[in-house]
């Protein structure tokens, strides 16, 4: 069976990785043309901006990504940022809480989803897996029932915390019953919870150290 066509707008200025390995898939169209606002529109009309950790930080210090966010939520229904990289290493001074508050907007204020990647090959492959999820028709896996929006809110702001992905996200939460909880965690406290080890307790301590 051949793959299902997926027609991708792709902002003129997107000529990287991402670009290459979506032209390589089978039944990807790419269509560059100027965008004021997105990196990429998928067919369900999904709007993706991409952002190196580097950059999406100094948008959070100098406060210019909240006007790209209300753009972009002017025009689009859905709008994913797509997070590549390291965002808590300090680059301009910010501290972890000023990530955090940006995320915790994002997500429960401005209904923006963020993603993180490690690299552009991963960005490209959520790109085209959200476009293909998007398209009329496609399976949608069997899932628990939908949380609610704070929780889910939560969950993704502790996800973002270094060493933790979803699965751990659900078990600190289950742990500490609340994100302020495991902020106010220590070393100790957080190696209770299964699959922290000591090395990522350490790091965890330590980006969330300006508020103790």
Known sequence: MSPPELNIQVDTRERGTIVQRLEELDGVQLAFVEMDVGDYILPSGMAIERK????????VVDKTIWDKVAKLKSQYDQVVYIIEGDVYTARFHQKALDVHRAFAHMLVDQGVSLLPSPDAENSAMLIYLLGLAGLPGAPSPERAAKPTKRRDALLH???ALPGVDGERAEALFKHFKSAQGVFNASSEELQAVEGIDAATAERIVEVLSFSR
């Open 157 to 159: 702001v502790l996800a």
């Open 52 to 59: 190196s950790g580097t950059d999406f930080i100094l948008s």
